[in-house]
């Protein structure tokens, strides 16, 4: 910068003077930062030491407050859709939010018939234990209620279904609380817990014990990769401390919103995957960049600018089409999927804080034992891409024929719910489940409850069951009236136990038609698999007979038909969200119409692809050898897919703005489009390939986990991210880019600022274009 003293310097202002001669110490780098990124980068450098600081401080007093604070546990509910009939008809029969079926089942197993004198007493001595314990609400078993849907078929085994109290997660937390002092042998008595509430808590507990380990192998792997990548293990340091960091602040942060809304516990396991994921992109890139521009010959504080300048540009348009993405999953009905939502937002804001502050501080300290790199061309990918654009059609038709091979299973997808089979075949809760499956004459998520909201007379009722016991499907009726079978009323039995209203405790009657004020409820019970498509039939057929009166149907089956009339409602809107959010965002940053266009299309390809290959795996039952063993259910969990495809869209769209970057770079320099095209391909095809197998290397700490649903992200989203850095990417992109030519560029008239090239494409980058 010149000495000569400027003109408004010969003030005789002593202020006017002072902030002459500051302006003129300023350091050459500080010139060029009149951007916000620029700006943030500047501040970085200039003082490295007091960012660090601060930075880590703020993570470390998060981190501490949440140990010593001690927080409740997250949650392990909200996979049911709220606002729907069925919370509606349960939420009426407990007079609180939450399930009125059974949330824990006890399994007792006798060593001889369970009708013996020496069983049945210790049956109910278990059965008094449990009615007595705190947040038990009622419970029923077979030495109380004589019901035989509760004894086993081979007499030696009964059930004691417990209705708990609260929603969902404070009836799971009570079920952690009470299995350990309920199982286990009782007198004559071998005691096994099930049900929906126990099954979460384990399924929480081991994602923790799989998060745990992935958290061991992921780190380790990744910085060699780096260190292969990047051919420095300072380097590679850089994006692994930038992904701790993000880890820690985004552990913390869900932990603290634990405390003000329901937060699922799955989200942990999430949060560290995609932290790393993403951290590790970003900065990645920047690193990356920041190399460049010290081969270019720029200092190191100007480096750092210029880096955040482009690549952190990047990075932060990347971000927000992330978080957008991410905030479209809101929308849909499930509290699960919204934790998920806002496990990804954090995630992602925090890793592009970190990018953007922090690492420029760390470059600025370390950066000038790096060794300077050149900007490099990926050979292979250079070679790919000229012969994508030679032969366009060729390429494009043949990797749409292969993706469409990938997409033709959706075709026959079904959807349902995940259950204990999601466990480990090893864990008891499955072990017990799968036991009452097929040892007893019916299954509490096969019964349906109608609750009524006034109190119609016993002859309506009456009528009401009776014709709700002729459908098809259903076994037989409890109704305060009685129990009915095949449309009739049956006599109530000799010595049975009455009273309780129900067969199985799953919140019907009161025994007399509204007494004390308590809802008139019936419990129907079928026989189809909760489900099952004859299950939902039969919801819909109940609903549809005449009643006395205003009624909800709720029940499991009636919960599975509303969480998927609900996700189809809801999906829609989310996908237009997501679209017009994203193709407004990437107008605005490649100032073209038709680019966000094509971007959006491939995305959507490259998701169908996904779900394809899901559905044939987890789904049909196939390459267990390769993602590990898991039991096909014949369906896939439902609440997956909206956050399979939220993220895998973010990545598309996160390895889209890197490559965009580098093809409006070159495209706004010479003005070449095919160039260009290859130009970007080459310069981003490593960087990309890098990143998308890192980010594969995270999602297989997900893949590797005992839960399924757990492990369907984690092989869904390292297969979207491979196939998007390789076949998209690398063939379709470029292959659409010159067929569509200069009309990639094309805007209104209101768009067409050019916007300002702050570093050029060099001439070598043209050349190294090719004819």
């Known amino acids: 910068m010149s000495t000569e003293q400027p003109p408004e310097a010969s003030s005789a202002d002593p202020r006017t003077r002072g902030r ?14 009149t951007g916000l990124l620029e700006g943030i980068a500047h501040h970085s450098v200039r003082r490295p030491l007091l960012t660090l600081a601060a930075s880590v401080l703020a993570v470390l007093t998060l981190v501490c407050g949440v140990i010593v604070w001690s927080p409740q546990p997250m949650s392990t509910g909200g996979y049911d859709a709220s606002g729907t009939e069925s919370a509606r008809a349960e939420s009426e029969l407990t007079g609180q939010p939450g399930r009125a079926s059974p949330g824990l089942l006890l399994h007792a197993r006798a060593d001889g018939p369970i009708d013996s004198p020496q069983a049945r007493a210790d049956g109910l001595a278990l059965t008094r234990r449990v009615t007595g314990e705190t947040g038990v609400v009622r419970a029923d078993a077979y030495w109380t209620t004589g019901a035989a849907t509760l004894r086993s078929r081979d007499g030696r085994a009964a059930l004691v279904t417990v209705r708990l109290a609260g929603d969902e997660a404070e009836q799971t937390r009570t079920a952690a609380r009470l299995v350990p002092r309920l199982t286990g042998q009782r007198g004559s008595l071998e005691v096994t817990a099930a049900g929906w509430a126990w099954a979460r808590g384990q399924g929480a ?60 516990a799955y989200s942990l396991n999430i949060a560290t995957a995609l932290g790393f994921g993403f951290a590790v992109d970003y900065a990645l890139l920047i690193v990356t960049r920041y190399r460049e521009e010290r081969g270019r010959g720029l200092p190191g504080p100007a480096a750092v600018v210029a880096a955040a300048g482009t690549a952190g540009r990047s990075v932060t348009v990347s971000a927000g089409v992330v978080v ?28 592009a804080l970190c990018s953007v502050v922090v690492l420029p501080a760390l470059l600025a300290l370390f950066g000038g034992r790096l060794r300077h790199r050149a900007a490099t061309t990926s050979p292979g990918w250079r070679r790919i891409a000229l012969w994508a654009t030679r032969r366009p059609w060729v390429a494009g038709v043949g990797c749409a024929v292969l993706l ?116 008139v409820s019936l419990t129907v019970s079928t026989r189809y698999a909760g489900q099952s498509q004859a299950a939902e039939d039969l919801v819909h057929r109940v609903r549809g007979l005449p009643a006395p009166g205003e009624h909800w149907v709720g029940g499991t089956p009636a919960r599975h038909v509303d969480a998927k009339d609900a996700l189809k409602r809801r999906a829609p809107l989310a996908g237009l969200l997501i679209a017009v959010t994203t193709f407004l965002l990437l107008f605005r940053y490649t100032r073209s119409v038709l680019i966000p266009l094509k971007t959006l299309a491939l995305a959507a390809l490259s998701l169908s692809a996904c779900l394809g290959a899901m559905v044939y795996v987890f789904q049909d039952g196939h390459l267990r050898w390769l993602v590990g063993d898991f039991t096909a259910t014949g369906w896939l969990d439902m609440t997956v897919p909206p956050l399979l495809c939220a993220v895998a869209f973010a990545l598309t769209i996160d390895y ?29 095809g490593r960087l990309v390939s890098v990143a998308a197998l890192v980010f594969a ?19 869904g989203l390292a297969l979207a991210v491979l196939v998007d850095a390789t076949l998209i990417r690398g063939v379709l992109v470029p292959a659409f880019m010159r067929l569509t030519g200069d009309a990639n560029w094309w805007a209104p008239a209101f768009a067409r600022r050019r916007a300002p090239v702050r570093h050029p494409a060099r001439q070598e980058d043209h050349d190294m274009a090719g004819p």
């Open 20 to 33: 002459a001669r500051r302006r003129d110490r300023r350091p050459a780098h500080a010139a060029a930062s």
């Open 205 to 264: 507990e081991q994602g923790a014990r799989d998060l745990a380990v992935a958290e061991a192998v992921v780190a380790p792997v990744t910085l060699v990769i780096l260190v292969v990548a990047f051919g420095s293990a300072l380097a590679a340091m850089f994006p692994l401390l930038i992904g701790g960091l993000t880890v820690a602040g985004t552990w913390a942060t869900l932990h603290l919103l634990n405390q003000v809304m329901e937060v699922s």
């Open 324 to 351: 957008l993405a991410f905030c479209a999953v809101w929308v849909m009905p499930f509290p699960w999927l919204r934790s998920m939502a806002l496990a990804g937002v954090a995630v992602v804001v925090l890793s």
């Open 404 to 519: 469409a091979g990938l997409v033709w299973p959706v075709t026959h997808a079904r959807w349902g719910f995940a259950d204990e089979r999601s466990l480990p075949a090893h864990s008891e809760v499955r072990r017990t489940a799968e036991t009452i499956r097929t040892g007893f004459p019916t299954e509490p998520d096969r019964e349906l409850l109608v609750v009524f909201a006034g109190a119609p007379g016993t002859g309506a009722v009456d009528r009401y069951a009776r014709s709700v016991a002729a459908l098809p499907g259903v076994t037989h009726v409890t109704a305060p009236t009685g129990r009915y079978e095949d449309g009739e009323r049956l006599p109530p039995p000799t010595g049975a136990h009455t009273g309780t209203g129900t067969d199985t405790g799953a919140g019907a009657g009161t025994g007399d038609t509204g007494a004390g004020g308590a809802p």
């Open 656 to 684: 889209e703005v890197f490559l965009l970057a580098r093809i409006k770079e070159h495209y706004t320099a010479h003005g070449d489009h095919v160039a260009a095209v290859v130009a970007g391909i080459a310069r981003t």
């Open 697 to 715: 290397v995270a999602m297989a700490g997900l893949a590797t986990s005992g839960v399924v649903t757990l492990k369907i992200i984690g092989v």
